[in-house]
């Protein structure tokens, strides 16, 4: 059993950057994958990032690369999304999750466990 935490969301201008943090329990977390997934008032939750168990690997949607950044320390169980240059269609719920069978991590469906979400709200 894996329990995800998200915290670090918030209000900021267009442009702004801010920094999610996702604290997981359980000892084998370093052993799952993990990706960054965001939704839209109004829209589906969509693919933002992901991580290889080990960090070596890591994908992005189109339109969040070059501007965020996916990131872990297995040491403290926790994974990291640094967002910088944001939209304001960047705002959403963003929320993390971990699985053991992801590969590429695209699809909600490669995910055992999931966590509540934080809210990003970017003004223009």
């Known amino acids: 059993q894996v329990l995800l935490v998200e915290s670090g969301g918030g209000l900021v201008q267009a442009g702004g950057s801010l920094r999610l943090s996702c604290a997981a329990s359980?000892?084998?977390?370093?052993?799952?994958?993990a990706g960054w997934f965001r939704q839209a008032p109004g829209k589906e939750r969509e693919f933002a990032a992901a991580i290889s168990w080990s960090g070596s690997s890591t994908y992005y949607e189109d339109s969040v690369k070059g501007r965020f950044t996916i990131s872990r320390d297995n040491a403290k169980n926790t994974v990291y999304l640094q967002m910088n240059s944001l939209k304001t269609e960047d705002t959403g719920v963003y929320s993390c999750a971990a699985g053991l069978g992801v590969v590429g991590g695209r699809r909600e469906d490669e995910y055992d466990y999931w966590g509540q979400g934080t809210q990003v709200t970017v003004s223009s």
């Open positions: 359980g000892r084998t977390f370093g052993s799952y994958a």
